[in-house]
């Protein structure tokens, strides 16, 4: 099993810990296990709200800031996914995280840093591997595999 985790800290207005970049990848890997995915590489940019914003308006047409963008390498409605052709490893795409957004969130809903950027590293990775929350019912089979991997590594809401 190949697990390609690529994590790129391109902000300074929160400080990202070693243990929080390790957190983050054990969420990549439960995640895409949870899914069959044995292979894969996914990279996680962590930015500012001014960067996110920029690319909330450029890929989404939204000129605000988000906590989260996901850009899938892979087209689930068809066969089509990008191998790497040496290795046969799967490149499901990027995630993009505000870090200030995540602070921010954190500290509105009452729990830890971690446990928002944990959050959104597995809620960016569900967009990757084709699941979205447009619909009611797909929302909730969403957010519960969401909290099923938060669950599985001891993350919880405190």
């Not at 902000?11 to 439960?30: C, M, N």
């Not at 960067?51 to 906590?67: F, H, P, Q, S, V």
């Not at 191998?83 to 729990?111: C, F, N, P, W």
Request: negative net charge.
């Amino acid at each position: 099993m190949i697990m390609e985790v690529y994590i790129d800290d391109r902000q300074e207005s929160v400080y990202i810990t070693e243990e929080l970049k390790k957190l983050l990848i054990d969420v990549v890997e439960s995640a895409a296990k949870s899914e069959g995915f044995e292979d894969v590489e996914v990279s996680i940019s962590i930015v500012d709200d001014e960067e996110i914003r920029k690319l909330n308006k450029e890929y989404r047409g939204i000129d605000r800031a988000t906590d989260v963008l996901s850009f899938p390498m892979m087209d689930f409605e068809g066969d089509d996914a990008i191998i790497q052709e040496a290795t046969d490893i799967v490149m499901l795409g990027d995630i993009v995280i505000s870090a200030e957004r995540a602070k921010a969130q954190a500290a509105d809903y009452g729990h830890s840093f971690e446990r928002e950027m944990a959050f959104l590293t597995v809620h960016g990775m569900f967009h990757l591997m084709g699941y979205d929350h447009e619909k009611p019912e797909d929302a909730r089979v969403m957010r519960a595999k969401e909290e099923k991997i938060l669950s599985e590594l001891g993350i919880e809401r405190v």
